[in-house]
């Protein structure tokens, strides 16, 4: 980036891997000067764009593409998916939303009904809420001992590199509200 241009929203936004950060530090509220109003053209390129990505992904049949959705409820997901997702051809793309495991994914490790979702080569998966929930929501609540979910991050990690090293690109979103909009767009 030269210093004379200012960074692009991406730039802003990107966490770079490896990095850590901390949700307390960040506003939620941050718009970084854009405005629902002014970002309609910003987006319909932005969607076109995507339209067309998936089009030479699928044609190529060579690269699989993950993409990943995080957030609190109402955070914006379901959203995310209808809306920007939009691009996308259905007939090359999935999206799954983890819920409560059922008995067959329970009588398997935590991570299998995840890896049945993976994308293929020329495919796009889309995982609204994702693997992250089997350290989340089992830390929270107790469920499982410190000792199972806390081997489950570096477990994670080489399940993610497994995909990477296979091909997978993927891409993370964390999205974040304050609790008062939450409990807003929940009421």
Known sequence: MSPSRSPSLRQLLRVKPGSKVRLAGIDPNETHGRGKQGSAAELATGLERLTNLQDRIWAEQ???????????????????????????????CTVTSFK???????????????????????????????????????????????????????????????????GTTIIKFFLLIDKDEQKARLT
Not at 68 to 89: C, E, P, R, Y
Request: proline share 6%; hydrophobic share 40%.
């Open 62 to 92: 060579k690269h699989p593409v993950l993409i990943v959705l995080q957030g609190i409820d109402a955070a914006g997901k379901d959203g995310s998916v209808t809306h920007v997702m939009s691009a996308f051809n259905p007939m090359g």
């Open 100 to 166: 409560v495991p059922t008995p067959l994914e329970l009588a398997h490790d935590y991570l299998w009904r995840t890896h049945q979702r993976v994308p293929g080569k020329g495919e796009i998966a889309i995982f609204n809420r994702s693997h992250y929930e089997d350290v989340l929501v089992v830390r929270v609540h107790d469920i499982v001992p410190k000792k199972v979910w806390a081997e489950r991050y570096d477990q994670i990690n080489a399940f993610e590199s497994l995909l990477a090293s296979s």
